[in-house]
Every structure is written in structure tokens, then in C-alpha cells.
């Protein structure tokens, strides 16, 4: 029986995902199956990235995943990876709110109040937005049933205070984004489902999320939310290829075009050759899947999903050129402030095993959605503007000892209002016309990395599942 074969488009952490869970099931249930992964680029795992300079482990990419989530921790332990795993140092996260750092208000879950004490004993609110918030718990539960702005949905229940000052810096800054265009449906239905269960967002965290063990009960520091690995980010990434069958995996490889046949598929390679498959993963960005495949009009509409422009920016400093270290993890930046940086991560406090001692390691983002000419800007000036915002808060006077800059030009999906009903539109679509091609990735279903590797599991599964029938 001659085997059927699937090709993965796009060597991301989602392609990769699918890739290894594909090659599991395939050896546990004997299934004849082929599975060929192919990447345009000279590198596997999108964004994820992690280097080593004079001493320091550097991420050029995202920094760690969220514990919470279990998909990215099994998948380590599956991977033989638990021993080489690394919690972040917990402490203290500021806003900068007007020029000033305020520490992270306690008792909220994602930026969102959840216990009435420590909202009001916080210095960061006036008490006319104190009890503007505490008006989500005696407010009626929303009527709308459709999809409306993250947003527009947390100004109702708590007032343009809150959400201005604690919740936008956190969710706006996770997801690179607008929380008054962000569709609450697709990022955070959770809020909406409390909302409309318990008649109160604050009234739904406090009855569904776990408590927090009371000061008595704490018999050691806590762990931190955020892991990651001894030599770097990319440690999952790099075990991932190594697991993978030899020959599996194609760099350096772009597809040109994917035709559909009578049976299955052939995608024309950059190098010239042509694959045929019986089934695609499409894991690649959804701004390349229309040129790939330009006789599917409906395709076409993954271009309604925005895409913004991050850049990552990495200092190094001698510790004692800080001439106002603060005992922390870092800060947001709230619309109010005067600022062209996002959020600020003290690496060396955050994780200490990254920075040689008596150094200081630094991570600025830029690139917010009304400042996107910033990533545009040569490394010079970028990171004269970064230190610039630097000095207004840690009195840096020193230039760093290097600084890199890693720039995302439209890399960051953005899920506005409507987005579920436009994703599905266009799967729906695909399902019919282009049976056995499935479109996952951060585009669609997740932005996180936890996210991601699930949604290569479930495209692992539906696929085998097609073949299967």
C-alpha cells in the first residue's frame, strides 16, 4: 500500500507542533503516512529565537511561555526537556501611569479587578475611578450577543480609568494591539461568559479562578507564571527538530504555488521541485496563503486580518551604570504616558540565569498601532529613542555595552471585532474547495506559543482523520 503524504507549509512552532504529533501517531498506530515539512526562511521557529553574547542568554523573540497553559509544559516533559526547565524570578511589575511608576495593583487577573480590598487601597486609581469600577458589580449583564471591542466591553463594566490605566497596557501589550478594536469573542470570551453567568466580571473571577493561599499558608515564594529553559527559548524549538524523522524537514524552501487536483495536491517549490500530497497544513502566515494559492478568491479575505509591526530591542549595561535600579520584573506603558517604548523587561531580575554578574540585561518593545513608522527606523535611532525613555525612569546615563534589535513587519495578527465569523467564513470555504488543506497558526485561533502548539496537535489530528476516511 503506497503511503499517502502530507506537507506542512511553514516551520513555525505551529508547523513544527504538527510535524512531531503527526510522526507520534503515525509510529503508535502504524499508519502509512508520510510527513515532509518545508520553511522558506534559514531557520525553524518563527519568532522564537535565542542567542548567546559575552556571557548573556538573549531571546530575540518572546522570553518564555505561560505555565498555566498545559500544552507547552507536556509537550516539554514529553520532549525529555523537564530538567533543563526554568521558572522566572517572581517580584514586582509596575504601570508607568503620567511619568510615573505605580506598582502592579494585586487581587486582578489579566490587568482585570477581581477583589474589591486591594482596588481600593491602590495608589494608582482616583476614588471617582475606584467606584466607577465597582460599579461592574451592581451593573445589569450585557444585552449584546453578537462580538463588540475588548474594549468598548471593559469601559461599560469598569470605567475608561481602569481600563486606561491597568487593563490596555496588559492586554493591548500581550497582543500588540488596540483593546477598543480587539474582538472580546475571539481573545477573551471568558470575561463575557462570566459576565453573563454571574452578572459581574469581578463576581465571575472571584467564584471560577482559584484563590490565592492566604499569608499564613504561604510556606515558601511562590513560583513564578512563566517558564522557559536553561540555554534559551529556543531549546524547545531546537529537541522538536532533532525528534522529527531525518529528512523531514526542507529550509531554505519557499512554496510558489499549490495546485489542487483531481487527487490531493502539488506544490511548486522555490528550488524548482514539486511535491505532491494528499494533505496540507497550512501553518504559514495567513498574508503568504493567498499568493500561494491565487485562483481561491475567498482567500483573498485573509487580508481583512491586520497585521502589525513589532521590534524588539536588547540592552546590555554594566548593573552599576543604573543609577536608579528598582527591585522588580519591569513595566507597562499606559496611553497616558509620554512614551514611544510599550513595556520594559528587566531580564537580569526576571531571569536571573541570563545575565552575567554585576550586568544588567534590558528588553523595550516599540511599535504601537498609531507608531508604526518606529520599526522603520535605523537601529540608531531606535535606540536613541529607547534610551531616551529609559532615563526618564531608571536615570541611565551610561550607553550600552551592544544593543540588538529585531524587528516583526507585520508578524502580529490582530483579531478585531468580527474576526470568528471571518475565520470561519473562509474555513468553511476551504473545507469545500480545498478538502484536506487545513489553516492553523497564530492567525486564526491563539496567539501564544501554548496556543500555537496546540492548534499543530489539532491539525495533526484532523488531518489523519481526513486520510482516514
Known amino acids: 500500500m503506497e503511503s499517502k503524504k502530507i506537507v506542512i507549509v511553514g516551520g513555525g512552532i505551529t508547523g513544527l507542533s504538527a510535524a512531531y504529533h503527526l510522526q507520534k501517531q503515525i509510529k503508535e498506530k502504524n499508519f502509512p503516512f508520510e510527513v515532509k515539512l518545508v520553511e522558506a526562511s534559514s531557520r525553524l521557529g518563527g519568532r522564537i529565537q535565542s542567542i548567546t553574547r559575552d556571557g548573556y542568554t538573549i531571546e530575540l523573540g518572546p522570553d518564555s511561555l505561560l505555565a498555566r497553559k498545559p500544552a507547552a509544559v507536556k509537550l516539554a516533559e514529553e520532549l525529555g526537556l523537564s530538567d533543563q526547565m526554568i521558572r522566572n524570578g517572581t517580584g514586582q511589575s509596575y504601570i508607568l501611569i503620567k511619568n510615573k511608576l505605580h506598582k502592579m495593583p494585586k487581587g486582578a487577573y489579566m490587568g482585570v479587578p477581581k477583589e474589591i480590598r486591594p482596588l481600593l487601597a491602590s495608589d494608582v486609581f482616583s476614588l471617582k475611578g475606584k467606584l466607577r ?44 494591539g488596540d483593546i477598543d478594536q480587539m474582538s472580546l469573542q ?18 465571575g473571577l472571584q467564584k471560577t479562578l482559584p484563590k490565592a493561599p492566604s499569608i499564613k499558608k504561604k510556606a515558601k515564594k511562590p ?15 531546537k529537541r522538536l ?65 491586520p497585521a502589525t509591526s513589532t ?27 509620554n512614551y514611544r517604548i510599550t513595556a520594559c523587561t528587566w531580564t537580569h531580575r526576571k531571569w536571573p540565569t541570563t545575565t552575567p554578574e554585576g550586568k544588567a540585561l534590558f528588553r523595550c518593545y516599540v511599535g504601537k498601532p498609531d507608531d508604526q513608522g518606529i520599526v522603520d527606523l535605523t537601529d540608531e535611532e531606535i535606540t536613541e529613542i ?3 525613555d529609559l532615563n526618564k525612569t531608571m536615570k541611565i546615563k551610561a550607553k550600552p555595552a551592544f544593543s540588538i534589535i529585531t524587528r516583526y513587519k507585520d508578524a502580529r495578527p490582530q ?29 486564526y485561533d491563539g496567539v501564544g506559543i501554548p496556543d500555537c502548539i496546540e492548534h499543530g496537535q489539532k491539525s495533526a489530528s484532523e488531518v489523519i482523520e481526513y486520510l482516514n476516511r
Open 241 to 305: 527538530a532533532e525528534v522529527l524523522d531525518a529528512g523531514t524537514v526542507s529550509m531554505n524552501t519557499a512554496v510558489d504555488h499549490i495546485e489542487k487536483k483531481e487527487q490531493g495536491y502539488h506544490l511548486l517549490l522555490s528550488n524548482g521541485e514539486v511535491y505532491k500530497a494528499d494533505a496540507v497544513i497550512m501553518a504559514a502566515p495567513h498574508t503568504k496563503v493567498p499568493a500561494m494559492l491565487t485562483q481561491y478568491d475567498f482567500l483573498r479575505k485573509l487580508n481583512d486580518i
Open 415 to 443: 483579531y478585531h471585532v468580527g474576526h470568528l465569523e471571518l475565520v470561519n467564513e473562509i474555513r468553511t470555504n476551504a473545507s469545500s474547495e480545498l478538502p484536506g488543506l487545513v489553516l492553523t497558526g497564530s492567525s
Open 386 to 388: 529607547v534610551l531616551k
Open 311 to 337: 521590534a524588539n530591542v536588547v540592552m546590555a549595561f554594566d548593573h552599576a551604570d543604573i543609577k536608579k535600579d528598582i527591585d522588580g520584573t519591569g513595566f507597562l506603558v499606559s496611553r497616558s504616558s
Open 223 to 237: 513560583e513564578g507564571a512563566f517558564f522557559s529553559f536553561e540555554t534559551g527559548l529556543e531549546t524547545l524549538v
Open 133 to 176: 469600577a465597582l460599579m461592574d458589580l451592581v451593573l445589569p449583564k450585557s444585552k449584546i450577543k453578537g462580538d463588540q471591542s475588548l474594549g468598548a466591553f471593559m469601559r461599560h463594566r469598569f470605567g475608561n480609568e481602569i481600563v486606561d490605566y491597568q487593563i490596555d497596557p496588559l492586554l493591548s501589550g500581550i497582543h500588540s
Open 186 to 203: 475571539a481573545i477573551y470570551p471568558m470575561f463575557y461568559q462570566v459576565e453573563q453567568e454571574y452578572g459581574s466580571v469581578m463576581r
